[in-house]
Nanobody, 115 residues
Framework: QVQLVESGGGLVQAGGSLRLSCAASGSIFSIDAMGWYRQAPGKQRELVATVISGGRTNYADSVKGRFTISRDNAKNTFYLQMNSLKPEDTAVYYC?????????WGQGTQVTVSS
């Protein structure tokens, strides 16, 4: 089993920044990919950013140039740096880790951007 614990959410004004962290623990052997997803009220969960084992990153068009995903392999932790936040970025953000085809999810952290 793999456990993911998120931190770093909160309330910020438009144009501000936040950094989300996701600490992974448990039976970690070979990570396929790590990523961040978000779900706004009344909407489906959507991909925000991912990084695969080789280091290649992928971003949703809506966050390109503003968000950066990164990982610290030594700490089994990955991050989402969010800059120039907009009210439409308001959502619950979930971290995700894939290992051997099995997805694991964090509990979610609320990000609220006020206008």
């Amino acid at each position: 089993q793999v456990q993911l614990v998120e931190s770093g959410g909160g309330l910020v004004q438009a144009g501000g920044s936040l950094r989300l962290s996701c600490a992974a623990s448990g039976s970690i052997f070979s990570i396929d990919a790590m990523g961040w997803y978000r779900q706004a009220p009344g909407k489906q969960r959507e991909l925000v950013a991912t990084v695969i084992s080789g280091g290649r990153t992928n971003y949703a068009d809506s966050v390109k140039g503003r968000f950066t995903i990164s990982r610290d392999n030594a700490k089994n932790t990955f991050y989402l740096q969010m800059n120039s936040l907009k009210p439409e970025d308001t959502a619950v953000y979930y971290c995700n880790l894939g290992q051997w085809g099995i997805p694991y999810w964090g509990q979610g952290t609320q990000v609220t951007v006020s206008s």
